[in-house]
């Protein structure tokens, strides 16, 4: 097998090779690293590459495997970090110019249970400035390309921009990102490839620069439902260094992941929802419900006591008060080298009251139990991920967001799960959102397992580094 092939192998595969000293961690590592040394001047994904790092740790796998000492089943499997991600020694900039050589003096929770476990980091992955945006741009310190189109830069999706461009170029077999209102999503839906939005209190936000405390969510970025669900097994637990974790009990996705769908009930969502979208994006939707009820789901109509946009525009308030509150100092220097789009977003938490704050807060509870009551009985709620394919970069409206479908999921503190569901007229992906309620991550993956096991969307390779 050559290099470029092992780079398309899915990790469950790759790491079951490894346990079974078919394949070497070396030779896994080499061969992600040279992919990024021949792509990554064009990609732009990552901001550090640790190659000499990463040789180290690969070579001390090897060893300790051959040696009978695998620490566990995923020993000597490479991930990339987003540069939210603190590693204790190593810059983490969260995308901002004025942090280009900020030192992280402590190591990420969610960092060190994938090292304790053997990962090999591979390096850190651009993202927009603080996460505050969704389309993936980063005008001071460069916007990833996206891999499914060579001519053209298109929105890679952010804010975990490098990320999924990282993984949809298989820079990297799997990388983790963060979700404040759609970004670990948004990037999975325009990249074509598998993004996992995780219920709060699952994965520990302790070494996670912020955004907004109360809405992020760091999740597995992949390329098929199996790996997002091997990554986000790996991420999740209690962590003392931070309460919230300390919540929902947590149900292991791995034994009912491939049970099937027969007998689950899903919902689509309203039709008032429906003219947001694209006409190839709802062709690619309508597709996706079929296939799931021929695969022996129950398809059912959805009433909701609220529009997606009104609660967008809750959670995009709690966003803006929260960032200010962390980031007002630079905010407001106006000699800071901020990205121009970022700075006012940020700002427009300045003009948020502690009143329409404490609102948005209180309207959260309150639609949690109508979001609650609307979904008794149905096990989870199909959207398409995003309303358009990837558009050019220079098309882009930074006055707008393209949220739409995804910010109500956190701020219902709910779980959702993104994966490619068909392409366009010029082959650029779409893309499936399955939400379901917080903590049940289980079913949004078992549910996504069983469409891709019928599909062979997720398979498909962008023409760069094809």
Same mark, same amino acid.
């Given at each position: 097998?050559?290099?470029?092939?092992?780079?398309?192998?899915?990790?469950?595969?790759?790491?079951?090779?490894?346990?079974?000293? &078919?394949?070497?961690?070396?030779?896994?590592?080499?061969?992600?690293?040279?992919?990024?040394?021949?792509?990554?001047?064009?990609?732009?994904?990552?901001?550090? /590459?640790?190659?000499?790092?990463?040789?180290?740790?690969?070579?001390?796998?090897?060893?300790?495997?051959?040696?009978?000492?695998?620490?566990?089943?995923?020993? %000597?499997?490479?991930?990339?970090? &987003?540069?939210?991600?603190?590693?204790?020694?190593?810059?983490?900039?969260?995308?901002?110019?004025?942090?280009?050589?900020?030192?992280?003096?402590?190591?990420?929770?969610?960092?060190?249970?994938?090292?304790?476990?053997?990962?090999?980091? *591979?390096?850190?992955?651009?993202?927009?400035?603080?996460?505050?945006?969704?389309? %993936?741009?980063? =005008?001071?310190?460069?916007?990833?390309?996206?891999?499914?189109?060579?001519?053209?830069?298109?929105? @890679?999706?952010?804010?975990?921009?490098?990320?999924?461009?990282?993984?949809?170029?298989?820079?990297?077999?799997?990388?983790?990102?963060?979700?404040?209102?759609?970004?670990?999503?948004?990037?999975?839906?325009?990249?074509?490839?598998?993004? !996992?939005? =995780?219920?709060?209190?699952?994965?520990?936000?302790?070494?996670?620069?912020? *955004?907004?405390?109360?809405?992020?969510?760091?999740?597995?970025?992949?390329?098929? /439902?199996?790996?997002?669900?091997?990554?986000?097994?790996?991420?999740?637990?209690?962590?003392?260094?931070?309460?919230?974790?300390?919540? !929902?009990?947590?149900?292991? @996705?791995?034994?009912?992941? &491939?049970?099937?769908?027969?007998?689950?009930?899903?919902?689509?969502?309203?039709?008032?929802?429906?003219?947001?979208?694209?006409? $190839?994006?709802?062709?690619?939707?309508?597709?996706?419900?079929?296939? !799931? $009820?021929?695969?022996?789901?129950?398809?059912?109509?959805?009433? *909701?006591?609220?529009?997606?946009?009104?609660?967008?525009?809750?959670?995009?308030?709690?966003?803006?008060?929260?960032?200010?509150?962390?980031?007002?100092?630079?905010?407001?220097?106006?000699?800071?080298?901020?990205?121009?789009?970022?700075?006012?977003?940020?700002?427009?938490?300045?003009?948020?009251?502690?009143?329409?704050?404490?609102?948005?807060?209180?309207?959260?509870?309150?639609? &949690?139990?109508?979001?609650?009551?609307?979904?008794?009985?149905?096990?989870?709620?199909? =959207?398409?991920?995003?309303?358009?394919? #990837?558009?050019?970069?220079? $098309?882009?409206?930074?006055?707008?967001?393209?949220?739409?479908?995804?910010?109500?999921?956190?701020? *219902?503190?709910?779980?959702?799960?993104?994966?490619?569901?068909?392409?366009? #007229?010029?082959?650029?992906?779409?893309?499936?959102?399955?939400?379901?309620?917080?903590?049940?991550?289980?079913?949004?993956?078992?549910?996504?397992?069983?469409?891709?096991?019928?599909?062979?969307?997720?398979?498909?390779?962008?023409?760069?580094?094809?």
């Amino acid at each position: 097998m050559t290099q470029q092939d092992l780079t398309r192998v899915p990790v469950h595969q790759l790491a079951r090779q490894i346990q079974q000293r &078919k394949l070497s961690p070396v030779e896994l590592v080499d061969a992600f690293l040279a992919r990024i040394e021949a792509y990554e001047p064009k990609l732009h994904a990552f901001t550090e /590459v640790f190659a000499q790092d990463a040789r180290l740790a690969a070579q001390a796998a090897d060893a300790a495997i051959r040696s009978g000492h695998s620490v566990g089943p995923l020993h %000597g499997v490479p991930v990339a970090l &987003k540069d939210l991600i603190e590693l204790d020694g190593k810059v983490v900039t969260g995308g901002s110019e004025a942090w280009k050589a900020r030192m992280a003096t402590r190591t990420a929770t969610l960092a060190r249970k994938l090292i304790a476990q053997g990962m090999i980091v *591979l390096g850190k992955t651009h993202t927009v400035e603080f996460a505050m945006g969704g389309w %993936g741009t980063n =005008t001071r310190r460069g916007t990833p390309w996206n891999p499914w189109d060579a001519e053209r830069a298109r929105t @890679p999706g952010g804010s975990s921009s490098g990320s999924g461009v990282s993984v949809a170029a298989a820079l990297a077999p799997w990388a983790v990102g963060t979700d404040t209102g759609g970004s670990v999503r948004l990037p999975a839906s325009w990249c074509g490839i598998t993004g !996992l939005k =995780t219920t709060i209190g699952r994965v520990s936000t302790y070494g996670v620069l912020p *955004l907004s405390p109360t809405l992020d969510t760091p999740g597995p970025m992949t390329r098929n /439902v199996e790996d997002a669900a091997l990554l986000y097994a790996a991420m999740q637990g209690a962590d003392p260094l931070d309460p919230v974790t300390r919540g !929902l009990p947590y149900t292991e @996705p791995l034994p009912t992941l &491939k049970r099937g769908i027969c007998g689950l009930r899903l919902a689509r969502m309203p039709d008032a929802e429906r003219p947001f979208s694209s006409a $190839e994006v709802l062709a690619a939707y309508d597709r996706s419900l079929a296939e !799931l $009820e021929k695969l022996g789901a129950e398809i059912v109509s959805l009433q *909701l006591p609220f529009a997606f946009a009104d609660v967008a525009a809750h959670n995009l308030r709690i966003m803006a008060a929260e960032s200010y509150a962390l980031y007002h100092e630079l905010i407001d220097d106006e000699q800071a080298p901020l990205d121009p789009h970022v700075r006012p977003r940020i700002a427009a938490g300045r003009d948020v009251s502690a009143r329409q704050y404490i609102e948005a807060l209180r309207m959260r509870d309150t639609m &949690k139990q109508q979001f609650a009551g609307a979904m008794e009985g149905v096990d989870a709620l199909l =959207t398409p991920t995003t309303m358009t394919t #990837a558009i050019p970069i220079d $098309e882009v409206d930074q006055g707008k967001a393209p949220a739409h479908y995804t910010r109500f999921a956190n701020y *219902l503190d709910l779980t959702a799960l993104a994966l490619p569901n068909g392409a366009d #007229a010029r082959g650029l992906p779409t893309s499936l959102q399955i939400v379901c309620r917080g903590g049940d991550e289980a079913t949004a993956l078992r549910t996504g397992w069983a469409l891709q096991e019928a599909t062979d969307w997720h398979l498909r390779r962008p023409p760069v580094g094809a």
